[in-house]
Structure formats: C-alpha cells, structure tokens
C-alpha cells in the first residue's frame, strides 16, 4: 500500500478526516474529533498507528514481525504496523478494525449520527 492509498482508505470511513495537530508531517485520520490511525506518510518504511483490542494487539506482534507496540502511544491499545510488512488486505482490515473500536467508543448520539451518515 502506497502513502497516497493508505491515506484515501483513511478518509473512505464514514465522518472520517485527516488533520495536522503534530504538525505537517503527521496525519492523524479521525472519526467525529477521535483518532483511528496516524501516519508519517512521507517516513520510509512506512508505518501506521493504529488501535486495537488489548488481546489481539499482543497476538499481532507474536504473529507479525511487521507489527510492534504503538510508538508514542498506550501500548496497550495500540500497535505501530510497518505497511510493507502485511498483505494490503490484512492491513485494510486492522484499519477497519481500528475505525470500529473507535466508533464503539462513542456516546450511543454520536454513532446513531453516523448510522444514518
């Protein structure tokens, strides 16, 4: 997955946006003002933070090389993914996923919002 692609799979998610509050460097793709995923897309290797379940974050960095505790982040809930080291689909679907835990953590107005969006 290119920079330019990871970028438009960010901002294909309902109510989904990218802003700069690390500065030109850093996207952070958010939904409804909470952040998903964020990328350095000029950075070589590319890589991505994203959110996941505790439990699965652990079983993702046993599994995949390509997947390591979220840098500057809660390691807990999130895990920094270098995008070249997983098969785009794989990497779609940890996006997808971060985007979801993300929406489950809504107030109930907010995702009834992006039901109907």
């Known amino acids: 997955m290119t920079p330019k692609e ?13 802003e700069f509050p690390f500065g030109p460097e850093a996207s952070v793709f958010k939904v409804l003002g909470k952040m ?13 933070n994203l959110k996941c379940d505790p439990d699965e974050a652990v079983r993702l960095r046993e599994e ?3 997947v ?3 840098w500057h982040m809660n390691k807990r809930h999130w895990n920094t993914v270098t995008v070249s080291g997983l098969p785009d689909a794989r990497l779609r679907e ?3 996923d971060s985007y979801d835990l993300v929406v489950a953590g809504l107030p109930r107005a907010e995702r009834l919002r992006l039901d109907r969006g």
Request: charged share 25%; aromatic share 8%; with cysteine.
């Open 6 to 18: 990871l970028r438009a799979f960010c901002l294909e998610f309902n109510a989904s946006a990218e």
């Open 36 to 48: 998903f995923a964020l990328s350095s897309l000029e950075a070589r290797p590319l890589k991505v």
């Open 64 to 66: 995949h090389e390509a």
């Open 68 to 70: 390591a505790p979220g």
């Open 94 to 96: 940890l996006i997808e």
